[in-house]
């Protein structure tokens, strides 16, 4: 089993910046890739960006620009940088650690873009 922790959402003005972080813990060897999802109220959940384990990364087109995943192998966490962020990026924002057999998610992190 795999356990996913987020941390990092909060209340932003647009065209300011946030880091969302994601923790996997437990039975990690099987985790090949990890990344963040997001769904606003109303719409559909929709990517946001993922990283493999070799450190490939993938973007949703309307961050990719904007947005910055990383990770720390040793520290077994994600990072999301978010930058120039907007009213249209508020969502909840759950990570996703993807395993040989099976996806696990976090609880999910709320990111909240006004003024």
């Known amino acids: 089993q795999v356990q996913v922790v987020e941390s990092g959402g909060g209340l932003v003005q647009p065209g300011g910046s946030l880091r969302l972080s994601c923790a996997a813990s437990g039975s990690i060897s099987s985790i090949y890739a990890m990344g963040w999802y997001r769904q606003a109220p109303g719409k559909q959940r929709e990517l946001v960006a993922t990283i493999t384990n070799g450190g490939t990364t993938n973007y949703a087109y309307s961050v990719k620009d904007r947005f910055a995943i990383s990770r720390d192998n040793a520290k077994n966490t994600v990072y999301l940088q978010m930058n120039s962020l907007k009213p249209e990026d508020t969502a909840v924002y759950c990570c996703?650690?993807?395993?040989?057999?099976?996806?696990?998610w976090g609880q999910g992190t709320q990111v909240t873009v006004s003024s």
């Open positions: 996703i650690a993807r395993g040989s057999a099976r996806d696990y």
